[in-house]
């Protein structure tokens, strides 16, 4: 039995056409997926429990419709399973593969009647009569010959039963997917005829070209290849000498080219249609008119050839002239080709007379990278993942290629301006609004990929408290490239008068096989997230920010640290100075830095806290206790026992005396910003790197250096290296922790050595356990916690939720640092930061 | 915390047999988070005091069940309130006597006195509270906060003392009520039968001309979890958020009261919207909803949209509309979304008009730039209309003080100049024509209290 091989594009609708017992549901089965096939008859069961109920039909489609485009529009080929013998049924799911940019696929029955009816009768649930298959029968023929028309592509018709048995499916690739495709590539932006600076830029990207102008000879650099962007020809000075080139490189597999809508143009013209001979196509003509007549036929059926998109390597980069939605890569449909070649418009016109184009980069929000030309811009800039390499380099600017993947950007500057531009070229602040950011990046319930080894889930209500305060309190988006995560104390020791001791942090460390960590002096003030640029252009360079300083200084929520503008930047310049005295600009390679840092005193920031939280519980109880034991001395007086009580109350007194020195410790008056002082310990990300990732000896080497410039200004973090195992200097910072915890420190944060440590798992550890010493808890558990029966009742708390969240946030925070560092779309990052606030919001017991 | 109670009708000791305890001895009783002490400081036959003293378990006020509160470093072990009130009627017996039934029916010489006591509302509020109920004598001490830093200001902490004669009976009624209300604070979670302990308690309270206040106080509202999420965030007291938020509106509507502006403001806006035929609206930042409402009830309004970046705003508006009691053809006509200027939201698109009332100046200056591009470029209604406060009507407002701002969250108060600018340049760069309106009695040197402009988007070339 000789196959009868049925060829469908891997991406289609496949509409399957034919009366009822023609054996459609038994083909699907056998060529296709379950999933991929839509039964009408089992969306019939789903809306009304049966399956034949003709009733329910028009509920059925709905159904079917809702699922298909669903699936569609995730890029699955799915299949509809309904007799569509009429030309109406079938227009609905014409207009739904165009709407989706596949290509509609027609595979028909056209078996001889008898069959059906036969098939029917021995069908107990299919109860309708024989004239009701002719109907359908009649229905067919009918309409058949429009199928075409109708806009189905790849139609099989099949006649006899011996068809349906020998039927292969044979899924192609599209011409547009070059998956398997994957590099590297010298992606080139617009060339317009300018063939002098494009042989000068494929010199200066490694290729050797020999041969003549008509016969050109290209060699690519090792495994690479080039890929124009199309808008080969026109305006420029020599059209037919880059077509010559491209055509050959394009031949000799030296090159990918697709077409522009200049190209599309010249080809319509050579074709012998009419097109107006504005935009620079009467030069090209003329040019072409010295060729030998034969390069009119070879250029023409070039650019017939040639694909209006590609999507590369996995799926990663996506290339077409003027760029190409999210929506529209991987498809085929006319729609595609026209984005395309030209990109969309908004319908108005600017004061050039020029069409208003619409931004679909600044909506962008796919995953892979779109390279495209079109429309010349000053200096190509990324928004979101898209770029456009168009430098205008046939106006007088350059001619840019993008190394991919190293996203290396390579130009050379125009020999001269070889066409008078209408406008002048973008300046990038026009650009600007693809810092963009859209409600529906932010809010529900979401998940974050971070390359830590797990998404991230965000809850709706947490999102929903984080929207509020991200937009009422937290500073510009574009500041806030990371926000600190949550801190987990040891486990709780099992006896003694300590609630938390060092011996249970080490343990935590030791047990998920960490053998360096550092003990750091916890600063006690409040935390500050610090970006600092060099200077203004930096901010606006580098983090889009105009008139808005050159850094900021935030809380743990995002919140500018300060409201008077001359404080934060009093401390700013603090930093900037010591950066620049230890020379750890030119060190560090970059004009900005941001920092993790403790900023003193308490009462700066915490005053309001203080005010009403702490100090008002001290008022409170040292009045409440002395009235108290005042009473209970004058009935001891009267000879009344109430000694026990009057013993405890007096402890009492004692210990919030002890509570109201352990706040007042953190506490001193603000007059001026030289009385505020920093205290860093992580350096979170500077040019091209990510501080955090790195040990925290190389972080504290830089701090040293950063704070040994201005010692009264800026806190250096005392540390204590342990290797873990090692009794002597395990013992070491233990008794050290003691020292501080009983001189004036909070304590102590215990972290790896090498900052960020994964689990047997693959899961980050936790970044760091706090270990508090027992005067400041009375901050945290209140005044007289450390009384024995109150100890061990605290004794009963459990780190676990702690832990999960603060992994989850360290893991969210140092993603959108590294998104940052690698300059991803502003959304990305701040999806990232938003999540850590958003999970910051989750019921967790504060006290931890 | 402590309560004593002292008198001096004679014989003094007789107060132990109206409250069933022996002046001899101290007595402890269990309460749900600690323990009661009752003991006598003094008990001769002159003058007698009893000492009611709370061991309170400052974990198990935590930890306890129905938690209501957050952090183990709190006053409520130490400020007499809802604990104390508690315990008055466990361990006092409601001042009845079966051993001197005919005394405790009768006036007496009565002291209390209260070591701790807290009243945020202030020291004026306790008086307002107390004198109506016939005291011959109101002391109240303010506490200080912290000495050691006076920048921190006055504490919220009071001694009182109260002397009169009165039924024992009436005096523990009095604190059983007031003690609560005056701290605001409720340690355990409000249900039914709170309302009526209150009905039974207060005979006194029915006359009493701040029995509103009293009432609102001791009967405190429940939160949603979303609030519960929100207060995770935002640290104001130890008070609900929204209590902070309400307060702060509330000054600004005193600060405007003169005028009723609001009510100005919400007319003039309604008028423009009819003016220019507006049938669809959306109401950006739009609180708990009084615009929204005005325009319910104008049936030409056929699409409402009120959105709002505070959830507790939202459901609050939710309430003032009635949204779940409206009929379904009501219902269809108005929706509430949570959503923020600072992101763009297609919601917002596809109205005839967009107005902003008293919403720009609570968004910090600087971040103006993409609620601009979101409302104007992106929503892009053919109607824009936008009321802020003229800062130059300030110095007319008597309770202002020069240079403050009306509301504690404004970011900024423009003078009319400042906004015109603002809004010459947005409606260059959006398409815009722009018109300006004043709201509220104009005065000729410094306008009118609010500003309006209105855009409109100029039709297509």
Known sequence: ???????????????????????????????????????????????SDDENNQAATKDAFDVLYFIAA???????????????????????????????????????????????HERNQSRADRQFGAHVVRGQVQALHRSMRGLEREGFRHITVMKREDD????????????????????????????????????????????????????????????????????????????????????????????????????????????????????????????????????????REFIDSLVSHFVLDDGKLVVAHAGLKESLQGRTSGAVREFALYGETTGETDEYGLPVRYQWANDYRGSAMVVYGHTPVLHAEWINRTICIDTGCVFGGELTALRYP??????????????????????????????????????????????????????????????????????????????????????????????????????????????EIVCQE???????????????????????????????????????????????????????????????????DSDWIALDAELMPWSAKAEELLRLQYAPTGAAGAAALAAANLALARTTARGVDVAALATAFAARGALMQQYIEAYQRYCWTVTDPSDLKIGPFHVLAFEGQVGLAKSHRWQLDVLDALCAVNPSGLVSTDRRWVALGDPASEKEAIDWWHAITAANAEGMVVKPVDSVVRDRKGLLLQPAIKCRGREYLRIIYGPTYSEPAQLEALRVRSVSGKRSLAAREFALGLEALHRFVDREPLYRVHECVFGVLALESEPIDPRL | MLLTITTTHQPATDLGYLIGKHPGRAQSFELNVGQAHVF?????????????????????????????????????????????????????????????????????????????????????????????????????????????????????YFSLRLAGTLKLSELLSHLYVLLPALDGDKHYWVGGDEVQKLVDHGPWLAGH???????????????????????????????????????????????????????????????????????????????????????????????????????????????????????????????????????????????DAAVAVEVIEHIDAERLGPVEANLFGHAAPPLV????????????????????????????????????????????????????????????????????????????A
Not at chain 1, 253 to 266: F, Q, R, T, Y
């Open chain 2, 209 to 351: 001309p701040e029995r509103e206040w009293i009432a609102s106080r001791y009967l405190k509202r429940r939160r949603s979890l979303v609030r519960e999420a929100l207060s995770q965030l935002i640290i104001e007291d130890d008070d609900d958020v929204e209590d902070a938020d309400q307060q702060r509106d509330e000054r600004e509507a005193q600060i405007e009261r003169p005028l009723s502006l609001n009510e100005q403001r919400l007319r003039a806006v309604l008028d423009v919207l009819v003016e220019h035929g507006a049938h669809s609206v959306v109401d950006v930042g739009c609180g708990e909803g009084r615009l929204l409402a005005l325009l319910m009830e104008e049936r030409r309004f056929d699409r409402l949209l009120g959105v709002d970046v505070s959830c507790i705003a939202l459901e609050r508006a939710a309430d003032r509309l009635k949204l779940e009691r409206l009929p379904a053809m009501q219902r269809a006509r108005i929706e509430l979304k949570q959503s923020s200027l600072t992101y763009r939201d297609d919601a917002l698109k596809g109205f």
């Open chain 1, 164 to 299: 349906v048995a020998r039927a292969v499916i044979q899924r192609t690739r599209l011409w547009n997917d070059k998956r398997h495709e994957h590099g590297p590539f010298d992606l080139i932006g617009d060339v317009h005829g300018c063939l002098s600076e494009t042989c000068t830029l494929l010199r200066k990207l490694g290729y050797r070209i020999e041969g003549t102008r008509q016969a050109p000879q290209v060699t690519p650099p090792e495994g690479r290849r080039a890929l124009f962007l199309g808008d080969l020809v026109d305006r420029g000075p020599d059209s037919p000498g880059v077509l010559y080139l491209v055509m050959a490189m394009v031949e000799q597999g030296s090159a990918l080219c697709v077409p522009g809508n200049h190209d599309i143009k010249l080809m319509r013209k050579l074709a012998g249609r009419q097109v107006s001979l504005t935009h620079g196509i009467a030069e090209t003509l003329e040019q072409i008119e010295r060729e030998p007549p034969e390069f009119k036929v070879k250029a």
């Open chain 1, 70 to 116: 669903k699936r569609l529009a995730a890029g699955l080929l799915t299949v509809v399973d309904a007799t569509n013998v009429r030309s109406d049924d079938r227009k609905h799911l014409v207009a739904l593969a165009k709407q989706y940019h596949v290509l509609p696929v027609a595979v028909v029955f056209d078996l001889p009647e008898a069959l059906y």
């Open chain 1, 522 to 588: 916890k600063h006690m003030g409040s935390r500050a997230v610090i970006v600092l640029c060099r200077d203004l252009h930096t901010a606006s360079a580098r983090f889009q920010i105009e008139s808005d300083g050159r850094g900021v200084i935030v809380t743990r929520t995002g919140r500018r640290f300060f409201k008077d503008r001359a404080v934060e930047n009093a401390l700013l310049d603090r930093l900037d100075h010591a950066m620049t005295t230890a020379g750890l600009w030119a060190k560090l």
């Open chain 1, 406 to 515: 190293e996203r290396e950007l390579v130009s050379v500057p125009a020999e001269k301006e070889h066409y008078a531009p209408i406008k002048p070229l973008a300046p990038p602040t026009q650009l600007r609004a693809g810092l963009t950011l859209d409600i529906d990046d932010v809010i529900g319930k979401r998940s974050v990929e971070t390359r830590f080894g797990r998404r991230i889930t965000v809850q709706e209500e947490n999102a929903r408290a984080a929207l509020e305060v991200m937009s009422r309190f937290a500073v510009d988006p574009r500041w806030l490239i990371y926000l600190p995560p949550t801190m987990s104390p040891p486990a709780t020791a099992p006896s003694g008068d300590l609630l938390e001791r060092p011996e249970e942090a080490f343990d935590y460390f030791r047990s998920q096989g960490v053998r």
């Open chain 2, 385 to 460: 209309v936008i009321t802020t406060p003229n800062a130059e009507y300030n110095v007319l407002f008597e309770s202002l003080n020069a240079g403050a701002f009306r509301h504690g969250d404004h970011r900024f108060e423009w003078t009319r100049e400042q906004f015109q600018a603002w809004c010459a340049n947005i409606a260059g760069r959006f398409g815009y024509e722009v018109v300006h309106r004043m709201i509220g009695k104009v005065d000729p040197a410094h306008g009118a209290p609010t500003q309006m402009a209105i855009f409109a988007k100029r039709e297509a």
């Open chain 2, 40 to 156: 006598y400081p003094e008990a001769s036959a002159e003058r007698c005091t009893v000492a009611l003293l709370l061991d309170i378990d400052p974990i198990a006020l935590v930890r306890g069940p129905g938690e209501t509160i957050g952090h183990y470093v709190n006053d409520r072990p130490y400020a007499a309130a809802s604990l104390m009130a508690v315990a008055i009627s466990r361990v006092f017996r409601r001042g009845e006597s079966k051993e001197r039934p005919e005394l405790a029916q009768t006036p007496i010489a009565l002291e209390a006195n209260v070591p701790v006591l807290r009243c945020r509302a202030g020291k004026a509020k306790i008086e307002a509270v107390l004198a109506p109920l016939g005291y011959e004598r109101i002391e109240i001490e303010p506490l200080p906060l912290d000495p050691k830093f006076p920048e921190w200001g006055s504490s919220p």
């Open chain 1, 1 to 47: 039995m000789t196959p009868l091989p049925i060829e469908i594009p891997a991406l289609c609708l496949v509409v399957l056409i034919g009366p009822s017992g023609a054996g459609k549901s038994t083909f699907a089965r056998t060529h296709f997926k379950p999933t991929e096939v839509l039964s009408s008859d089992v969306c019939r069961g789903l809306v």
